[in-house]
């Protein structure tokens, strides 16, 4: 079984027209529209995620169950990580009082551009790995060095102000929703520092990793207005995004050692795995704080009348 699709043109051109036809209808009735609720929110991100599957089962059929195996692994891979975006975006737009209605639009065009940027790291970094297998070595390095400085500490806020003040600065005049799109755009661009490296551990196969980021992230403007304001719920996610990419990391340099491949199914399910226990870890977490905070009400005295 083969363990890449290779894609010809007209794979690639269906994939493009697809993602096309989508950006198109999303621009006119999705999650681009001004207004947006909750509920638009909630039907697109089902919409995008529903398509993103769909395009996965296909795979799956005609290319063989290493090359779904291996989307899948890249999707939730991305699909995770793009919530750091999220709590990025949020205090993008909250510094720079971005009107919620300007939100979506930014958000799609400051994607879009961050996409198509992805893309040229995505075929050089698989070049790069197909022609020197000692790059694989530095992406290791990479991995897991992001890996741990997430367990280590938080920094999205420093990353989000960071960019904010390099755009204040070097952009003065710019209104607030053409500053937001320059620094969504650019947050984008070093999250995909540390993702791309992650996906390329999994498959070298362009139109796999491609396809996984484009669905990934097209999708990220429907989940940022249905999660932005739970996001901080998810507490022990960071720690478990921390695991995957030096799981990962181990995952690379094993490959080198031994020449051996880890089976892309137990990447797959690992990745899964290590999800479930940081969203449930950090769900109980929550629930215990509750329970903290009611129970001094609980035991408080009324006053006597």
Do not use: C
Request: no cysteine.
């Amino acid at each position: 079984m083969p363990d890449v699709v290779s894609a010809g043109p007209l794979a690639w051109a269906g994939l493009l027209t697809l993602l096309a036809v989508m950006i198109v209808v999303d621009l006119k009735a999705g999650s681009a529209q001004k207004h947006m609720t909750v509920r638009t929110a909630a039907v697109w991100s089902g919409a995008w995620i529903a398509l993103s599957v769909a395009f996965g089962a296909g795979l799956w059929v005609l290319g063989g169950a290493e090359a779904g195996e291996s989307y899948f692994a890249g999707y939730v891979m991305e699909k995770a990580l793009s919530l750091d975006n999220v709590f990025v975006f949020t205090l993008i737009f909250a510094a720079l009082a971005v009107p919620r209605d300007e939100q979506p639009r930014v958000l799609l065009w400051g994607i879009l551009i961050a996409l198509a940027l992805r893309a040229v790291f995505i075929f050089a970094g698989a070049e790069a790995l197909e022609t020197y297998s000692w790059v694989a070595w530095p992406f290791a390095a990479l991995l897991a060095w992001t890996g741990w400085r997430i367990l280590r500490a938080n920094e999205e806020h420093d990353t989000g102000a960071k960019l904010v003040g390099r755009v204040r600065l070097r952009f003065p005049g710019l209104e607030p929703a053409a500053a937001a799109l320059l620094a969504v755009a650019l947050a984008d661009v070093i999250f995909a520092v540390d993702s791309v490296p992650a996906i390329l551990a999994i498959t070298t196969d362009t139109f796999i990793v491609f396809a996984a980021n484009a669905f990934a992230l097209l999708g990220l403007r429907a989940l940022f207005f249905l999660v932005a304001g739970a996001v901080a719920r998810f507490k022990h996610l960071q720690v478990g995004l921390g695991v995957l990419l030096i799981g990962i990391a181990g995952k690379l340099a094993y490959g080198e050692v031994t020449g051996a491949k880890v089976p892309t199914a137990f990447t797959l399910g690992a990745i899964v795995a290590v999800l479930v226990v940081a969203i449930a870890a950090s769900l109980r977490a929550e629930r215990r704080e509750q329970v903290t905070t009611e129970e001094p009400a609980k035991l408080r005295i009324p006053d006597r009348v």
